[in-house]
């Protein structure tokens, strides 16, 4: 009897368990294909990619090391219908980072998802990670990410492809992004390549390129970002496209994002701009403070600004150290553009992220070189 029922259980599809995903935590790479849960007394060697496929789901418990070895061969990507949710907390967050003993910006790739939000470019391969991005489902739910610190990734193939700290493809609005740090990062920290994510309580610290980036018709938002480089790092503080191959691509860039501190490095060159707004963006940008740059604002082309005081704002704005223009304006020729007095408004007493130009309260006690 026990012998005929194992062999009818057998025989029956709808008992048979899916294969688990195989996890070796010091070898921590391939695919994951089933619902996996790490665990925080663990440390994670990312030897190799990472994929979370359609499907499957990676959850990753507070207090948890993921320490990634290998450069460009090393990142962590969450396809198009794989979901991926950070369970940190603010006195035990998730840690990804480098395994090398002596860590440097670049050690690995970073976090990469793939979503199914609308995209002006109408999507296509990711940048890094090579897999599919976009569509119309704006309110796709790539999972929930809490208590995030991103270190030391940023890996680059050439001087023109580099991995950003957070890679946001298209992603959805169902997708929840908070408490984020990505630190040390050898290219962007987290960019935005249209979808619809709004991403809040975000820290940029320390990073080679732009502490922040949006490119492709994002249509999201942000509250609570706080950028910081010391002397010598970074670029600018926000650079901002609608679509470099096509200024005037549909939907155009229009995010609504309020609380922001942006802190330069004091290194005064051509690039090293507060925020740079350009190739057609829109947007609203609310109760900012913009210190230690050679420019706090700069727009550029026609596009962008044609919409500058209309569809296009920075208001409140409390500029610290500025070197140069506080506001600068031009068209793609070069030329200067007359500035709206509807484009911008000064605020000496804007908090920025919360605190003016120090370091706010909700990010004090899990990020750190601040």
Known sequence: FSILTTSCKKDDP????PTPTTIDHNDFKGDITSDVTLEASKTYKLTGMLYVKS????????????????????????EQGGQIFVNGTATN??????GLASPNRGDWGGLVICGKATCNSGGGQSEVGDKPYGGTIDNDNSGTIRYLRIEYSGAAFSSTKEYNGLSLFGVGSGTTIEYVQIHENADDGIEFYGGT??????VSSHIED???DWTEGWQGGGNYWYGKNDQGYGNRGMECDNWSSNHAATPIANPTISN?????SGVQGNEDQGMELRAGTKGSIDNVVLKDWNIGIRVS?????????????????????????????RDDAGNPVAIPTSAYSVNPSATGAGNGAAVPTWAQGWTIGL
């Open 197 to 202: 994510v709004t991403a809040n309580y975000i």
């Open 260 to 264: 922001v501190t942006l802190i330069g």
């Open 93 to 98: 967050p998730v840690v990804m980072t480098s």
């Open 210 to 212: 732009d502490m922040f």
């Open 55 to 78: 499907g499957a789901k990676l959850t990753i418990p507070a207090g948890t090391r993921i320490e990634g070895i290998g450069g460009t061969s090393a990142a962590i990507i969450v």
């Open 301 to 329: 082309g026609d596009y962008s600004s044609s919409y500058f005081g209309n569809d296009l704002t920075v208001t409140n704005v409390n500029f610290i150290s500025i070197a140069g223009d506080s506001v600068y304006s």
């Open 14 to 17: 709808d008992s048979v368990d």
